[in-house]
């Protein structure tokens, strides 16, 4: 049994339904690997219990709110049996079973907790996807995950019905609307009507729970497979140390649903620790209402892409100082020192870095309280064990450049994704001597803090150095022209490949000589870095090749160069 630092978590023994009171519960060590676990019996329902017991604050589980004015409050109580519910309406009224796949297209609406929780109760798997596909993009993932059932909104009910002919596994449609639409099932009156009892799967901390699509960024996405044993970490005292989330905390995460960090931030993280998860509908990223809604409700810590703070940053508010306001992560991309510098002037709040991947979940980050180092992702939170590796699988000496590797042998630490699903020739791909190589490459200093260069694919290699895009891109945005940019190799008859940077101007400076302000660029980037990093080639572009959600493509700039495109 080990003491809790900061108390209320749940323990081992809830696994068999019994309820220690909060300040007594033991927790689960690091490197624990229990047979069983399942996060809605071992974690929603103990915090059901804890309410009950008067243990717990009076803050709701789940706070919704949209622009209209609209507001859901759901207490942990309301949440097991709202829960429950989902779980008889998916297996009784829709048939699916234990191990089934259940595409899970919602926009942020308090149903997603419902839906992710009652397939977690039953063994059904969830495959989120964002609302921002299009048919093309709903076909894809349908067939290749071979979903036997879909979730989804009036939005996108239309694109489902036009490819469902096309996905032979597809049997049950559920939508989530006021309005009923000819083959579908109506979850929310389905809701009201089921029985809220249900006897929750004794799951394997093994057995599959989720599968998420990456995002697409080096090709089509990948299924990444996870095990319940996902939510365990969440549980383990380093994971915690992360944000140190207590019961009173508001949190808000502002990640898509469709990614896995929605499922870790808005779910696992915030409900392990009894905190009430905080969720704005937001159709799209406005920092108005942003801003707004940081200013109006009682959030205290708060989780985004770098993206969503460099709005707000470039945006002119008059005043950017928040209530409540107490913790600031980014995560998913680079996020730029200068940036980090900023948000900390302008808020008097700081803000801290997180790294992951659909198939390791959050593997590094600045702990809340450790000293940050502008630029660096952090260090590694156990239990994964994170080196840099060459591409033999040997772990490197520090600052020498390499691969991030997660130790997989002799044991694969929970949280770590199963397989890519149904394709075990990339799966086996990833596995690098005894790491599991994540295809990103960075550089680890002597403290064990980690420093992202970029992926393996994005990293030039012009006359012997070995270039980041992510230092040049940085250095560039440093410049007031630059609104973005995109930094990759180029081909040279002379140097076989230079850097080429692809920029977006500020609006200020589209009217400015080119030629110029090339000259302009390339000496900046000299005087901030390295001089050997220049871009030897800039091109100013209207705007870059991204995702669905805005990650930068420089595969596809890259191969325009090289003139495979
Ligand atoms: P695909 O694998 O389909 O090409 P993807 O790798 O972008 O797409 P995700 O799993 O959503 O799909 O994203 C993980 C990647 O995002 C990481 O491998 C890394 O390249 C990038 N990333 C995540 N966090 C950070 C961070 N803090 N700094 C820099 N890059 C990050
Ligand atoms: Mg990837």
């Not at 990339?426 to 295809?439: I, L, R, V």
Request: a neutral charge.
């Amino acid at each position: 049994i080990h003491k809790s630092c900061h108390g209320f978590l749940p323990a081992p023994r809830h696994l068999r339904c019994q309820f220690l009171s909060g300040a007594e519960a033991p927790r689960w060590n690091d490197h624990d690997t229990p047979e069983e676990f399942n996060f809605a019996s071992g974690v929603l329902d103990y915090w059901t219990q804890m309410e009950k017991e008067g243990k717990r604050g009076p803050n709701p589980a789940l706070w919704w709110v949209n622009d209209q004015g609209d507001e859901v409050k759901w207490s942990f109580r309301e949440m097991t049996d709202l829960t429950r519910r989902a779980a008889n309406v998916f297996t009784q009224t829709g048939g699916l079973r234990q191990g089934d796949h259940l595409a899970l297209i919602l926009p942020r609406v308090p149903e997603w907790w419902l839906v992710t929780v009652g397939c977690i109760r039953t063994g059904i798997v969830f495959t989120p996807g964002t609302t921002l596909m299009k048919a093309k993009d709903i076909l894809y993932r349908l067939q290749v995950s071979k979903a036997k059932g879909i979730i989804t909104t009036d939005t996108l009910a239309p694109e489902v019905d036009s490819v469902a002919s096309e996905c032979p596994a597809l049997k049950i449609k559920f939508l989530v609307s006021d309005h009923s639409r000819e083959g579908w099932l109506d979850f929310r009156s389905l809701i009201k009507s089921a029985s809220s009892d249900h006897t929750c799967v004794k799951s394997k901390t093994m057995d599959p729970m989720a599968i998420f699509f990456t995002s697409g960024t080096s090709g089509l996405p990948k299924m990444a497979k996870h095990n319940q044993g996902l939510a365990l970490r969440s549980s383990f005292p380093s994971c915690r140390k992360l944000l140190q989330l207590k019961t009173s905390d508001v949190f808000w995460c502002l990640s898509d649903p469709g990614w896995i960090l929605a499922v870790l931030a808005s779910m696992f993280e915030a409900w392990t620790a009894g905190s009430t998860v905080f969720i704005h509908h937001l159709p799209r990223f406005d920092p108005n209402v942003i801003v707004q809604t940081l200013s109006k409700y009682p959030i205290t810590q708060c989780l985004a892409a770098p993206s969503v703070f460099r709005m707000i940053l470039q945006q002119d508010f008059t005043s950017l100082r928040f209530p409540t306001l107490e913790h600031t992560c980014a995560g998913g991309e680079a996020l730029l020192p200068e940036e980090q510098e900023q948000w900390r002037r302008q808020t008097g709040v700081l803000l801290y870095q997180v790294y992951g991947q659909s198939e390791t979940g959050i593997t590094c980050g600045i702990l809340r309280g450790m000293k940050i180092k502008p630029g660096s992702m952090g260090k590694a939170i156990p239990p994964f064990d994170v080196q840099i590796i060459d591409d033999k699988g040997d772990v490197l000496p520090p600052n020498t450049e390499g691969n991030i590797g997660i130790r997989i042998k002799p044991t694969k630490p929970i949280g770590l994704f199963m397989c890519y699903q149904d394709d075990p020739v990339k799966t086996a791909e990833t596995e690098c001597g005894d790491f599991y190589n994540t295809g990103d490459r960075a550089t680890m200093d002597a403290e064990g803090y980690i420093w992202f260069l970029g992926r393996s694919d994005d990293v030039i290699n012009a006359s012997g150095y070995r270039i980041g895009p992510t230092e040049v891109e940085n250095a560039l945005a440093e410049h007031p022209a630059v609104a973005e940019s995109a930094v990759v190799s180029s081909p040279d008859p002379i140097r076989g490949e230079v850097v080429k940077a692809f920029v977006v101007l500020t609006p200020q400076f589209l009217s400015r000589d080119r030629d110029q302000l090339t000259k302009e660029l390339q000496e900046h980037v000299k005087s901030v870095t390295a001089p050997y990093k220049y871009p030897r080639k800039v091109e100013f572009v209207p705007e870059l090749p991204k995702t669905i959600t805005g990650k930068i493509k420089r595969n596809e700039l890259r191969k325009k160069e090289f003139g495979q495109l």
